[in-house]
């Protein structure tokens, strides 16, 4: 992963999609993203009773989708039977039901792919979860698929495997050595700890809150070789922290107002 955007200005990642202005998780999320100049996209990834990863956050599709139930519970028909847009104001003017459907880790590696310029694809595995470690067995299995899981750098990878599991992130380097990895955490004392280094992480990922708190996270992670991925950062100062300590990536609900804001401090 490169330490850095064009200019030193971090690299902007869109969490679950342009997620502030459309459904997280849906086709339209992540194709506004894109139209407004995401240098990469974020999803969370769950597997169905069946075996399919599909792009949804929470254990329960609940609060995202008109349906009830753990994703590991139901089927992927189950799953494309629900509406994942209509609780969401942006999803008003939607007229097609494909683009606020149940999105699969399938059709959006095909997305980011297929777009106009490269686009780096953060896929965070999520755990604990019933399936273990098949989660990351099927992960690689699918990039492996579309050639991603052996990319010729970490700079050049079109996909980053990120968790807050350190097993999990484990299993992927061991099993894909030069697929880029972010260890996420929530405290600087396990991030700027021997975890990143014990499971071979290529990067870490701290939220913007533990970051406030000790920005020395940069240049530790910095010194043992490895990139700064920072979540959820919506706000301009912190934004503007971010660009200051040298963080590499941050994710953003609202990517092009992020590009628009980090254009006119480069500017």
Sequence with gaps: ????????????????????????????????ALQQ????????????RDGHLVCVHDRRVDRTSDGSGAVSELTLAQLRALDFGGWHPGASG??????????TLDRLIELTLDWQRPVKLFIETKHPV??????????????????????PSADLSRAVVMSFSASAVWRVRR??????TVLLGETSRF?????????????????????????ELVDRAAAQGRALYCWTVDERADIDF??????????????????????????
């Design 191 to 215: 991030l700027g700890g021997s975890a990143a280094t014990t499971v071979g992480a290529t990067a870490v990922g701290p939220s913007i809150g533990t970051l406030r708190g000790y920005p």
């Design 130 to 151: 019933r399936y273990g470690s098949l989660v990351e067995s099927r992960l690689l299995a699918l990039l492996n698929r579309y050639g991603l899981a052996a990319p």
């Design 1 to 32: 992963m490169s330490v850095g955007g064009n200019g030193g200005h971090p690299f902007v990642v869109a969490h679950r999609g342009a997620s502030a202005e459309l459904p997280e998780h849906t086709l339209a999320a992540y194709e506004a």
């Design 94 to 103: 939607l007229a097609e039901p494909a683009r606020t459907g149940l999105l």
């Design 37 to 48: 100049g995401a240098d990469g996209l974020e999803c969370d990834v769950r597997l169905t």
């Design 242 to 267: 971010c660009r200051s300590v040298g963080v590499a990536w941050v994710a953003t609900n609202h990517p092009g107002r992020t590009r628009d804001w980090l254009a006119e401090v480069g500017g």
């Design 175 to 180: 099993a894909a050595p030069l697929l880029p």
